[in-house]
Structures are given as C-alpha cells and as structure tokens.
C-alpha cells in the first residue's frame, strides 16, 4: 500500500459516525490499513482535534458491538486524525487543509455531503491548491437527481479528477453476499448453466425499511423512493443478477457487461406504466410495536397533499437473450414489516411432476444481504415417514458460503470499499456510464408516471405496501417470496 491520507468532508456526520469511522476502526483492528496512515476530519464545527474525538469516540461505541472494542484499538485509531475546521463553501477555509496535505502521498477525499456539494468543493479544493499530487475521490450516492443534474456532477468532478481516479460509492456493492454472487454465478459450472430464460421463471429484488423519514421529510419529497433506491441500490443489484460473465474482474470489464443490461431494460413508458407500476405512500399505523404517523404527518412535513412515494414496486424487463420473457419483480419501501434485502431466483416448475400427491414446487434460490447475509437454496425432499411412502417436503439447503471465513464477524460493506480505495481498485464502485444510463431508464418512468397520473396509493405503515403491489405480481400467477 501506498502511503496515503483520508480527508472526509462532512466527518461530523451522521454518516461518518455511524458507518465511515467504525469500519476504519475494524480495519486499523485488523492491521490492513497502510503504515503512517493519516485522516483529516474536515467539518465546520469551531472544536479542536480532542474534542472532536471525544464526541466521536462516544457516537462509534454506540455502532460498534462492544465485544469488538478496546480502549488499545481506540488509541490507536485516534492517532490517525487531524480535525480540520472549513466551509466547504468558501475555497480560503481550505488554506489549512492544503498545508496539510503532502505531495508524497495519496490523497484519498471522501464526500460524506448532500450532492449539492460535491461541485462546489472540487472547485474549491482546486482554487486552494489541494489536488497537485496523486487524487482520488470518494463519492456517495446519489449522483444526482435526474440525468441532467447527474451529467453536472460528473463534468464537475471529472475537470479535477480522471476517471481513473473517481469511485462512486453504491454500499450494496460491498457486501459480503453481493460479492459471493458473482462467485456463484461464474465459478459454478451447475449454477451458471442454468441461469438463463430457460430454467428461471422471474427474479424478486427486494429493499424493505422499517423506517420512515427519519427527520429528512424537506430532503425525501423532492426525490421519493424511485430516485432514492431504484436508481441506484436495486438497479446494482438487478445488474450483477442478470450480467454477462465479464472478461475478468477488472473494474472495466464488470462496468462494461452493467452497462449492457441496464442500455437492456426495456422503457416503461405511458403506454406500459399503468401495468408495470405501483406507487405507495405510508399511512399511520403500526412499526415495530409502536404506533407511527403517517408521511404527510411527519415532523418537518410542509404539503399536506404531498404525492411523493414511500413505496414503489416495478415489474420490469431486459430485453436479450438470456433474460427474454423473464420478468423481474422490484420493490421497496419504507415503514415496511421487517428491514430486509433479498434477491430471490425462481426456476421453472417441472414439465411433469411424476409424485402423485404432492405438489410442483419449483426450486428458488435466496440471497439475503440484510439482516442476516446468507444464501439458502429451496429444494424438495422426501420425508423421513413410513405413512407416506413418497411423502414430500420443501426443504432449505444452507449454502454456507462463510463457513471458510477467517474473521468473526462479517465485514461492514464499507470495510470492503474503503480497502478498495485505498488500493486503487475500481471493481466494486460504480462508473460514470452505469450512473447516466439508470438515470435515463428511471426518467423515463418518471415523467411516464406524471403524465399519466399514476397516484400514490396510501398503505398501511407495518403493511407491506398497497394492496396494487400484491395484484402486480398475482396477475402473473406469482406472489412476493415472504
């Protein structure tokens, strides 16, 4: 590893604490961090480094499982940082930060910002002479609202930054599981055989939240649920579920088969939304065992009448050959039963099912990412009985892709990705292309849904979305895997 200096705009954020810093914690813990390794805390708090640590210190204990801390990790951890007082907004406050930066090493920024600012901090960090040795730049989601406003940003950043040098952060893509699906899929000659239109009969992609606003109501109804988590999170995950096997894993080669099949999902536009789309809005009701409002009666709520969706569930199309007639089923929400991420492939049911008595149950093949990262494939079994001389029984085959693993905990996604950075490696972060291509495919439903007055229908919070999702996916002869 190169040497190589940190510098996270935003580090008094909620972000920061929450996710950033502890896993830079595990990978100081875990020694994988470069030698003399150094972090900039850059915010616009008046405090100085200590107490800055000090507060910091307090928030990480509450994310990191305790039997994973010690005051020796901690020391260790806390040598790394120099808190950096600026306004992002102003090139002069910056004056400190370029005096601290060395010419000799990586400087690695990372953007823990609303997008607003990412343009107006590259600029700065140019006009105050911070980008004249080797730069990278880390930037979180999302790029953008709509494919204009994404174009901006990227022209932006890639006046200061080559694109060599710009990883755009989906966090999904880091997960343990995400990257064992690529391993499934192209290193298993069984799996990788039967993974096409004629052995799948539809793919489910589902992104549940338990929660609903969390004081952000003036942020979320200017983007909704569409452009906060289609875009980005489940159109990743739609990706490496349908891709082409890349040449190699090289970040080019894997940008390259993602381009395609999003350049591949066929339009929804006003003559097919009506049918391919559900919105849903979150009305008051019940979450975990305490009663909650409704959107439009969440703190900071100023539109009462607000359309913007908590809820979307699309039924969507790649048109190739490998995926031809195979619907893919997505949907998230928030205010939604369990927080759950999963990928679920359904195989086609049997020409003929030769065991009298017993149903046709077809196999499917579950990639949970969250709670509990794990892959399970569904299969039938005889049971063991003497009452019923072919008795059958659908059976859950734990495919324990972690049971070879070296630590005791499965790493946080940003553990992986912050490695990744640090080592100049691009394969889990998202290019310009991917970005401006989902972007054009979700403006496209967008304005298709505006023009014909497709309605957010209201659902019970702790439900899981309008009864018009369930009929999404019933009208097909399915249902949701739950």
């Known amino acids: 590893m190169q040497p190589t200096d940190l510098i996270i705009f935003g580090a008094s954020g909620d972000l920061s604490a929450r996710k950033l810093f502890p896993a830079l914690y595990h990978l100081s813990g875990c020694e994988l961090l470069p030698e003399s390794f150094r972090i900039a805390a850059v915010a616009r708090d008046d405090v100085q480094t200590d107490a800055f640590l000090s507060r910091l210190k307090e928030r990480m204990q509450s994310a990191i499982n305790h039997t994973h801390w010690s005051e020796e990790r901690w020391n260790k951890f806390a040598s790394y940082f120099t808190y950096i007082k600026a306004d992002f907004s102003d090139a002069k406050n910056l004056n400190t930060l370029s005096k601290w930066l060395d010419d000799t090493r990586v400087s690695l920024f990372y953007l823990a910002t609303p997008p607003s600012l990412f343009a107006p901090i590259c600029d700065n960090l140019s006009s105050a002479d911070c980008l004249t040795g080797d730069c990278r730049i880390v930037l979180e989601k999302p790029i953008g609202e709509d494919l204009a406003s994404s174009e901006k940003v990227n022209e932006t950043v890639g006046r200061y930054f080559p694109e060599g040098s710009i990883y755009r952060i989906d966090h999904y893509l880091g997960k343990e599981t995400v990257q064992n699906l690529l391993v499934l899929r192209f290193a298993n000659r069984f799996i ?5 239109q004629s052995c799948i009969d539809h793919v489910q992609i589902t992104v549940a939240e338990t929660v609903g606003i969390e004081g952000r109501w003036s942020y979320y109804d200017k983007v909704g649920q569409l452009r906060d988590m289609v875009q980005n999170h489940l159109m990743q995950l739609l990706c490496l579920v349908a891709m082409e096997p890349p040449n190699s894993m090289s970040a080019e080669s894997i940008r390259d088969e993602k381009v395609k099949i999003v350049k591949a999902l066929r339009p929804i536009d006003v003559d097919t939304v009506a049918d391919h789309v559900v919105r849903g809005q979150y009305g008051q009701g019940w979450s975990q065992g305490l009663s909650v409002p409704s959107y439009t009666e969440e703190e900071g709520c100023t539109n ?18 490998r995926w031809a007639g195979v619907p893919f089923y997505l949907r998230t929400g928030k205010r939604l039963p369990e927080k759950m991420t999963e990928i679920v492939i359904t195989y086609k049911k049997l020409p003929h099912n030769i065991f009298s008595g017993g149903d046709n149950i077809p196999n499917s093949l579950v990639i949970r990412l969250q ?46 990705l912050f490695l990744d ?6 394969s889990l972060f998202v290019g310009r292309s991917e970005i401006e291509e989902s972007w054009r495919w979700c403006d496209t439903l967008i304005r298709a849904c505006q023009l014909q007055n497709i309605q957010a229908k209201q659902y019970h919070a702790g439900s899981w979305g309008p009864a018009k999702a369930e009929l999404l996916i019933e009208k097909d002869g399915r249902s949701w895997h739950e």
């Not at 908590?310 to 969507?316: H, L, N, Y």
Request: proline share 3%.
């Open 421 to 426: 950075a640090i080592n100049g490696d691009q």
């Open 304 to 321: 009462t009448e607000s359309d913007t969706e908590t809820f979307v569930a699309i039924k969507a199309h790649i048109d190739n050959w």
């Open 371 to 416: 709670p509990n990262e794990g892959i399970e494939m569904k299969m039938v079994a005889k049971k063991q009985t003497l009452k019923d001389k072919l008795g059958l029984v659908t059976h859950d085959l734990n495919l324990d892709f972690l049971g070879s693993s070296e630590m005791n905990r499965i790493p946080d996604a940003y553990e992986r």
């Open 192 to 196: 990788n055989a039967q993974w096409d």
